[in-house]
């Protein structure tokens, strides 16, 4: 499939937002590599400055957590004129102004994804599916394992893991997710 000229300033945005999630993933991966704990606090400062940034040209709700602006940036609201506009003028604001991604950074966003889904087992929903390979991990997903998102135990058990995740998943991504947005 061939893309436009005005959809590459959103690739590299999302690409740039995926980056940024991978450092916040973890601090070590199965790729040798290692994520320091400076690289996890630049990662997250470029995120919340790349977040003002678009928030100043426009996208008053565009959110702070690089997970939920990979999100965003990948949905169908990403063609919103605002967002079109924005991210070409934010784009500097990321590593590599959003153009690189390694492979090792998707298993990094996985791993941590992986370890929401553990730590919610541990917290007492022993049917919590793991993600995807891709590291989906869908509302029909969770039905077909027995996870009713209404059960009252279910945000608390998530908002306590979203540590293990080191920014990847975040309390107001939980809650989009729980409310179906």
Do not use: W
Request: one cysteine or more.
């Amino acid at each position: 499939m061939f893309r436009t000229p005005s959809r590459l300033p959103l690739a590299a945005a999302a690409i740039a937002a995926s980056t940024v999630i991978a450092a916040c993933g973890t601090n070590s991966s199965n790729s040798g590599r290692h994520v320091t704990a400076a690289q996890i606090r630049q990662a997250e400062q470029d995120a919340v400055g790349f977040a003002d940034c678009m928030r100043s040209h426009g996208v008053p709700n565009f959110p702070d957590s690089p997970y939920e602006q990979k999100q965003m940036l990948s949905a169908s609201s990403a063609q919103a004129p605002a967002i079109q506009s924005a991210v070409p003028a934010c784009s500097h604001l990321l590593p590599h102004g959003g153009q690189s991604q390694s492979p090792a950074h998707s298993h990094v966003q996985i791993t941590a994804m992986l370890a929401f889904a553990r730590c919610l087992r541990s917290h007492g929903f022993a049917d919590f599916p793991d993600p995807t390979r891709s590291g989906a991990l869908t509302h029909q997903m969770l039905a077909t394992a027995g996870i009713n998102l209404q059960q009252p135990a279910l945000v608390p058990a998530a908002d306590a893991c979203v540590g293990v995740t080191h920014g990847v998943i975040t309390k107001t991504a939980v809650a989009r997710f729980v409310a179906g947005q």
